[in-house]
C-alpha cells in the first residue's frame, strides 16, 4: 500500500484497486446495473461499521472518512460506464439517499475545502448525474417518519446537528427561512443537503435541464411537512433555475440554444396552468426570469403556437359542466411533450381560462411594444386568436397597442426615404403556387428541366429589358426577382448559386426600389427558410462589400465644393454631385431589422455584422470611404447607429474582454 493511504486501518486497498479493475472491465450493460446496488450497500454497510468504531472511540466521524471515501473512485470509473436509469426500485433509491446523507455528513460534497483527493470527489459529482430526485417514496409516505426510521446514520455525538443547519444557512442566504431551518431535524437536514448539493453539481453540467425540478415542489411527502420544510425546496429550486439561466447567457448564440430556451417556455407555460397554487406561481415567477434574460421569446413562433394551443386546450375543457368521476384529469396539449391536470369542477376550469388569457395577453402586449417590425404582424394575428377563442367566456382583455401607436421617435423604421414596396403574403403565395405548379406539371409529363438555370434566365432577361421608368419593365422585374426566391424556398436544399444571384441583385442595378424589392425578397427567404439566414447574410454582406469598392452610392467620391454659398442658378449643378445613398439606406434599414432578430440567437451572425464594419469603416484616422456630402448624412449616421447598436450586443461584450469590441470602437470614431 502507498505511504499516503498508511491512515487508512480499515480498508484493504488492493481489494479497492480489484473492484476498480471489476467497474471498468464489464461488458454487459445488465452486469453493470447489477453492480451498483452491491457496490452502493458496501458504501453504507462500511459507514455504519466507521460510526460504530467511532462511537467505541468517542471520536468523529470525519476523522474516519478516509476509510470510507477510498471507494468513491470506484463510484467515478462506474458511474461514467452506466447508462441514466430513470426508475430505480425502492431499495436502490433508499440506497442513494443513504449514500448521500453519509457524503454530507462527512463533507464529500464540498470540494473546496480541500479535505480529500480530488478523484473523491469526481466520484461524487458522477454519482450525482445518475442519481434518483431526494423524493418521497410514493404520495401516501409521511417523509418525516420515512427519513426518521429508514435512514442510515443515526444521530449521536459523531455529528453536530447544529452543522449541519449552519450550512443549510450560509448555502441558502435567506434570512427569512432561518425559523424554519433551525426547527429541521436532523435527517430533513441531511435530506435537505443531498438535495441541494446533487442539483449544484448537476446544474454546471452542459446537459442539465431544469424540468425535472418541479418534482420537488409537487413532491406530496415534502408538502405533508408541517413544518414548511417545502419552502427550503422551493427557494433551492429557484437558486438553481437562477444559475441555469446564468449558465445559457454564457453560451454561443445558436440553434441549439434557441430549441432548448423555446422548450423551457413550453413547459412553463404548460406548468402555468396546473391545478396546484404553488406551481402556478413557480412557472409564473421563472417564465418572467426567462424572458427577461432572453427578450425575443416574447416574439418566438414556437412560444406563440404553445400559448394558442394551451389557449385552445382550456376553452375545450370549459364547454364540459363538470367532468365525470374518475375520468382522466390529464388532458394532452397538441405539440408539447407530457400532459397538463386540469380542474375538475367548472367554475375552476373558467377561472384558470381567465387567468391564462389575461397573461397571454400581457405576453402580447409586452411583445408588440419591443418585436422588431417584421414580427408584429405575426403577433397581431394572435392576438386576434385569443380574442376570437375567449369571446363566450366574459373575460375582459386588456387591449394590445398597435402598430401605429407605437412610439414612432423610438423605431428605426418611421420614415423611409422610398416608396415602400412591400411584397404582401397573398402575393407570395402565388409566386410560390406558380413554381410548385411548373414542378408537378413537369414531373406528371416525365419531362426534364433545368429549373434553376430557367429562373436565372428570365431574371437576366429582366435585367437586361430593365428600364426604372417603365412600370411594365418594373413589374417584369420583380415578377422575375419573386420567381427565383420562391424556387430558393421551394428546394429542400440550399441552391448557393441561386442564393448568390438573390443576394446581388442591388449590385447588378443600384436603383432604389429595385434594392427595396430584393430587400423584400430576403425578408423572405429568412421568413420561410431560417436555416439559410446565415449563408444568406453571409452573400448579402459579401455584395455590400462589393459595393464599397465598387464606390457606387453611399462611398461615391465626393466632389469637393469650391463655393460653400451657392446661387440659386448653381443648386440645379451641386444637386447633380450628389451620391444616390437611398439604395443603401434601404440596406441598412434591412440590416437594422435583421440584427434586432439575430442578436438573441446567433453569435455567428452578430461576427458577420462585425466583419461588416472592420471592411466599410477604416481603422486608422485617414480620410473616410463614405461620402461627406451633405445628402449622404442621413445614411453615414444611420449606419453609424447600427455599429452602437452592435456594440451594445452582450455577445462581443461577453466576458473575457474581446478585442472586436474595442475594432469597432475606433473603426466608429474614425
Known sequence: DSPEHHGYRHCSFTVIRTL?????????????QEMLPWLLELFVQRSLEIQKVCER??????DQAGNV????????????RIEYVENFNNRTHRLFRDFWQICVVMNFVRRGLGHYADDWYDGVEAVAINTPLMSSLGADTFLQHDLQYNSALRLDGTVQESELRQMIVENLQAPELNSIIYRMSYVQCTFF??????????VSRPSFTCFHLFHYIQDKGIEKDKSGFHQCFEYMCNQIFKIHLRNLSNQSRDSRLQKQLESIAQFLLVKFNSCAKRVRVTADRWLSQLIESFNHLLWSEEVLQCLAHLAQV???????TRLEHGVQRDVTVPYQPGTMNIAEEAHDRTIMLRDFSKRFAGILKESIKFAPQEKVEMLKEYQEKLKILVKDYDIHLEEVVTTESRNSSSSLYSHRPYHNTTISKANRSKYYGHIEGMKSLVNFQGAQINFSEMVLKKMDAAFDNFDPSNKASMGELEEAMNHITAYLISEPQLDRKILRAICWIPVRCFNTDVVAMATNCWEWVVSKRPEFDTYLLLEIIAAWKATVFQKMGLFEETQPCKRPVVTDNKLQELASTAPNTTPHRIWIDFFMRRFEVIKWQSSKQVELFTSLFHSTLPLTSQTSILSTHITAIGARFHFLHLGLLLLQND????????????????????
Open 651 to 670: 455577445i462581443i461584450r461577453r466576458p473575457p474582454p474581446q478585442q472586436t469590441e474595442w475594432v469597432v470602437v475606433e473603426h466608429i470614431d474614425s
Open 20 to 32: 476498480e479493475t471489476v467497474c471498468a472491465k464489464i461488458e454487459q450493460p445488465q452486469r453493470l
Open 57 to 62: 472511540d468517542k471520536t468523529s466521524l470525519k
Open 314 to 320: 382550456l376553452v375545450d375543457t370549459t364547454k364540459s
Open 69 to 80: 471515501g477510498v471507494l468513491l473512485p470506484v463510484f467515478a470509473i462506474l458511474m461514467k
Open 193 to 202: 443537503l443531498s438535495a441541494y448539493y446533487i442539483e449544484h453539481i448537476r
